[in-house]
T-cell receptor
Framework: SQQGEEDPQALSIQEGENATMNCSYK?????LQWYRQNSGRGLVHLIL???NEREKHSGRLRVTLDTSKKSSSLLITASRAADTASYFC??????????WGAGTKLIIKP | DTAVSQTPKYLVTQMGNDKSIKCEQN?????MYWYKQDSKKFLKIMFS???????INETVPNRFSPKSPDKAHLNLHINSLELGDSAVYFC???????????FGEGSRLTVL
């Protein structure tokens, strides 16, 4: 079942702008992960944030986690054409199973 | 070297046939997975497997069966293929203690 709900479903911005994607979930989690999927390719892990963490950075990526609201956001700063992809959040519960969101399709216009 | 490799990348077959997709990981991970991604990009876990347990998503038809000859391989066998089986199938692996999944490039199955 899909626990995560991501919004927006699609996002189109100009190169250089920041892109923000959100993920909401329903049950308690061990961690939340973000993945990127380029067209026709496999998913690539971007960042993992644990339930006791509130914010994490990796290069141009910033992830926040609010467990009280059961939500997370992924911010990509200074977007590039190569950031065009679908972005998925996945939550890991106590049984180690990942439950996936439906994804946000991000298009960076040159 | 590719971390998670799966073959074939494309598979076109007729309804009713039996087919297999192979997956190998060279990361030394203890857990492997099969996922199905439909045309709307929804990801659905089919199986997760380590050397101790096989966890099957109960919604997966028993025409689908995973077979693991060793820790580094998890193959997917599909019997009596149906039109609705058309999708992209992803193999993935992880070290359960870290949680991060590594995916293969996918196998696009088309059933005619």
């Amino acid at each position: 079942s899909q626990q995560g709900e991501e919004d927006p479903q699609a996002l189109s911005i100009q190169e250089g702008e920041n892109a923000t994607m959100n993920c909401s979930y329903k049950t308690s989690i061990n961690n939340l992960q973000w993945y990127r999927q380029n067209s026709g390719r496999g998913l690539v892990h971007l960042i993992l944030i644990r339930s006791n963490e509130r914010e994490k950075h990796s290069g141009r990526l910033r992830v926040t986690l609010d467990t009280s609201k059961k939500s997370s956001s992924l911010l990509i700063t200074a977007s590039r054409a190569a950031d065009t992809a679908s972005y998925f959040c996945a939550t890991e519960g106590s049984n180690y199973q990942l439950i996936w969101g439906a994804g946000t399709k991000l298009i960076i216009k040159p | 070297d590719t971390a998670v490799s799966q073959t074939p990348k494309y598979l076109v077959t007729q309804m009713g046939n039996d087919k297999s997709i192979k997956c190998e990981q060279n990361l030394g991970h203890d857990t492997m997975y099969w996922y199905k991604q439909d045309s709307k990009k929804f990801l659905k876990i089919m199986f997760s497997y380590n050397n101790k347990e096989l966890i099957i998503n109960e919604t997966v038809p028993n025409r689908f069966s995973p077979k693991s000859p060793d820790k580094a391989h998890l193959n997917l066998h599909i019997n009596s293929l149906e039109l609705g089986d058309s999708a992209v199938y992803f193999c993935a692996s992880s070290q359960r203690s870290t949680g991060e999944l590594f995916f293969g490039e996918g196998s696009r199955l088309t059933v005619l």
